[in-house]
């Protein structure tokens, strides 16, 4: 299911903010596949999932069919959430390439 997520939607909920380079790549598969194995410790904490990359809505939306991941896939192609939290690399047109997590409660 695509769906649009606003700061709206976020308002006072935790969430893990986690940034990759590309889909369908070994290490994001692998890091993806890691958070939905251990997706019950986060929702325990009262924390959900938002997986980032600047990869196209359509592309997220298969790798999540094909991994099963139970959580939002956001697609930053413009590259805005990467650039707002300081991470794009303008030479690659990536996210760096590693991941970033953060966990924040937006007011």
């Keep these: 299911m695509i769906t649009r997520i606003s700061s709206d939607d976020l308002a006072g909920r935790r969430y893990l903010i986690a940034f990759h380079p590309a889909d369908w790549s ?31 809505i359509f592309s997220r939306h298969e790798w999540a069919k094909h991994l099963k991941l139970p959580f939002y896939l956001l697609s930053d192609h413009k590259h805005d959430m990467g650039k ?9 047109g990536l996210t760096r390439g590693r991941c970033f997590w953060w966990v924040l409660t937006v007011p």
Excluded: M, P
């Design 84 to 92: 707002a939290f300081g991470i794009y690399d303008d030479t690659t």
């Design 26 to 56: 070994d290490t994001c598969t692998k890091q993806a596949q890691g958070f939905r194995e251990n997706l019950k410790e986060f929702e325990e904490f009262g924390v959900e999932i938002l997986l980032v990359s600047g990869d196209y």
